[in-house]
């Protein structure tokens, strides 16, 4: 049932990233997903201080909120801004992402459907308020971030 849902999940990205492509050029879905991540990034920069380092005083409202933004990302079908012609710098645009990419969509996916449930479970936990519970969502999110970068990400 897993496997039926997955396929029938991994249809519907590749349907409404053809949409997307097609209704965008390369160069803004570059720009696009930057501004995604960028923001993801942000949201987890806030978790880190509230949940990991403690540097400034957790607030589980706060924690939540950057959750449920990172969720809405992970979930917005972001890949649909991997269209052709994204693969390499396109006028002011330079992207990180390896060529790599594009020919491993399947591979890609099921590193996209981690990274999904493990922002569904960081919200999760975010809701339930228990810091050490965010703490471990929050590393798992963490990895599920490097599996991608780690193969698909140039420095």
Not at 13 to 25: C, E, G, I, K, M
Not at 38 to 56: R, T, Y
């Amino acid at each position: 049932m897993k496997t039926l849902i997955a396929s029938l999940l991994g249809a519907a990205v590749l349907s409404a990233s053809l949409t997307a492509q097609a209704q965008l050029p390369p160069e803004d879905q570059i720009k696009f997903r930057q501004a995604g991540y960028s923001f993801m990034s942000w949201n987890m920069g806030k978790i880190k201080a509230m949940a990991i380092d403690e540097a400034v005083e957790y607030d589980q409202q706060q924690i939540l909120a950057a959750a449920n933004a990172i969720n809405g990302i992970a979930q917005s079908g972001m890949g649909a801004l991997f269209g052709p012609g994204t693969e390499a710098d396109v006028g002011d645009q330079a992207t990180r992402v390896d060529p790599a990419l594009f020919d491993n969509f399947p591979e890609v996916a099921e590193l996209s459907k981690d990274f999904v449930a493990a922002s569904d479970n960081l919200v999760e936990q975010a809701e339930n308020g228990e810091q050490s519970d965010v703490r471990a969502a929050f590393a798992e999110l963490g990895k599920s971030c490097k599996a991608c970068h780690d193969k698909y990400r140039m420095d």
